[in-house]
């Protein structure tokens, strides 16, 4: 009789170890899954969810990296040169620019001459554009030119990539606002912004750029947020190759 008691309260014993051990395992799962996340981590300005890298580059020869698109297809397309005369009023004439290129859905033109870069970004939807130039490693360092337009006109800031995928106004770390001129518009689901900048502005936050030098560029866009920091719907990588003037 005592050993059956005895077997009886040895498997009791077993039962119940198991069991504090399971209800161990239940709330270390739900500890983890309850772990908090920064914002930062959750959104961040212009993400490359898409997975590619931006090649590291200052200013040197390089190929263009793979683009990406919401569809996930390559799109990167040969550039198509142009001559014309250069107006910033948010409308692209033919032929206004000296070359234009796509990249993740956008069309990008532009001209240079010594001293200035005229550029014009035409994306899908309502939302935000963006272009950064010459990061040194994925957005750190690259000059970051994105706004939008809405019911009170366009708006467009000048940033600066600082860390990881973040980029912040050169006007909040002490550096200047350098755009020259700007104008942007929106039709049949479509926005379009130009402006000019110089190529080199001096400011410490500005990577400076060189006629006839070949730059990394990225782009992006929101089909429908006009802001500065909800991730793109769209986003690429292209090659900015600008013209020598003699």
């Known amino acids: 009789m005592r050993s059956k008691m005895n077997g009886k309260l040895s498997l009791c014993l077993l039962l119940c170890v198991l069991s504090v051990l ?3 395992g ?6 983890t899954q309850a772990e908090d996340v920064s914002p930062a981590e959750v959104v961040t300005p212009l993400r490359e969810d898409s997975g590619v890298e931006a090649p590291v580059a200052v200013g040197d020869a390089v190929a263009p990296a793979d683009v990406t698109n919401e ?3 390559n799109d990167l397309l040969a550039v198509v040169e142009g001559t014309g005369v250069l107006s910033i009023d948010g409308v692209v004439s033919d032929g206004e620019y000296s070359h234009s290129a796509a990249v ?6 532009w001209s ?3 001293e200035t870069l005229h550029m014009a970004l035409v994306a899908p939807g309502t939302g935000y554009v963006a272009v950064g130039f010459d990061p040194v490693n994925r957005k750190m360092g ?5 706004g939008w337009v809405d019911e ?3 708006t467009l800031r000048d940033h600066i990539g600082t860390r990881g995928n973040l980029h912040e106004p050169d006007t909040a770390l002490g550096g200047t606002d350098d755009l020259i001129e700007f104008a942007g518009t929106e039709a049949e689901q479509q926005t379009t912004i130009e402006f000019a900048i110089p190529l080199d502005s001096g400011d410490a936050f500005d990577r400076p750029l060189v006629p ?5 560029l990225h782009a992006a866009y929101h089909r429908s947020r006009d802001d500065d920091f909800s991730v793109h719907t769209g986003w690429g990588i292209g090659e900015l190759t600008l013209d020598a003037i003699p």
Request: glycine share 18%; charged share 15%.
């Open 22 to 24: 399971l209800l161990m």
């Open 26 to 31: 239940c709330d270390g799962g739900n500890a």
């Open 71 to 73: 569809s996930g297809a």
């Open 104 to 109: 993740a859905r956008m069309t990008i033109h």
């Open 112 to 114: 240079n001459d010594a």
């Open 142 to 146: 690259a000059n970051y030119i994105l």
């Open 152 to 154: 009170k006109g366009a």
């Open 212 to 216: 006839g030098g070949r730059y990394v």
